[in-house]
Every structure is written in structure tokens, then in C-alpha cells.
């Protein structure tokens, strides 16, 4: 089931998430209904906080080196940890939560992770480049933060003003 991916400044985003306890069916439906909302929207990531639950469980579906997006290469991400963080790396994020909205970012290029599957298996993985992004930038969510909130201040700013107008015009 496709669900709804809440926007900023939405005040559920600030929310911080909690780790999930039971890995159970509830916890599956909710792992399809986040992929076939995140294939929706054209999306690469998706946290449970985005579609207004605030569990500790996040997906990501990178494309192939021929840009196709296909769900076996889907990583379900429950109960994340980032152990290790390397390097450092710039790169144009945005977010289904800030729909048409770029910017750079700058995150660690390489980092050591641990986080549970669907079943509640626990996986260790080194993750790098626009992987190692998506995955701080997923964790972010988790604890109530979005990628505008790493821009200088001007640009915030700037983004802010902006971001008021488009929503003005929606109205
Ligand atoms: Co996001």
C-alpha cells in the first residue's frame, strides 16, 4: 500500500525514532508499503519516520551502473548504527520530505555500519561513496534531523524564503 510521505516543516520529521523490538508481520508490511511509496515518488531512500511512523527502520535502492532501480539490490535497514566514519565526500542530496529541493552536502565518503534485516539478523557492512550518503542521510531521520539542516546559514536562509513561496503558491 502506497502511503503518505510527510513534507517539511512538517513537526513529525523532528521526531526521534525507536528501535523496533518485534520482527514480526506488521514490521513486513510496513518494509513493502515504505518500497512501493518510496518506487512512487522516484526515491532512492526512504525512513519510517517519512510516511509518519517513528520506528528505527529505513530502505535503500541504489541504481545499477546501468541507472536501472530494481528490488534486488533493495537493502531493508532495521535498528542502524554508523561504528566507523572515514573521509569526507561533497554531494547533491535532496529528499522526498523536501521535494524539488538540491544542495551539496558533505558526509563521511566511507563508514563502518551494523544494523538488523527483516528477521532481525544482525549484519555487519563497510559502505562507501553515494551508499555511505544515503545511509547517514537515512540515519539522519531517524533522529529527527533533514539534510537542509547541514547548509550554512546563508543558504538555509535562502532556502527558507524560498521554501515559504512554493508552499504560499500551493495554497
Ligand atoms: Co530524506
Redesign the pocket.
Known sequence: MIREIITYPNKLLKQKSTPVVDFDDKLHSLLDDMYETMISKNGI?L?AI?ISIPLNVLIINLPNEDDEQTKDTLIEIINPKIIEQKGSMLYTEG????PEYFDDVSRAQKIEVQYQDRDGKTISCIYEDLMAIAFQ??CD?LKGE??IEKLSFLKRKKFEKDWKKKLKGKK
Open positions: 531512500g525512513a517519512q529528499c522526498l520530505s523536501v542521510h537515512e531521520h533533514l539534510f
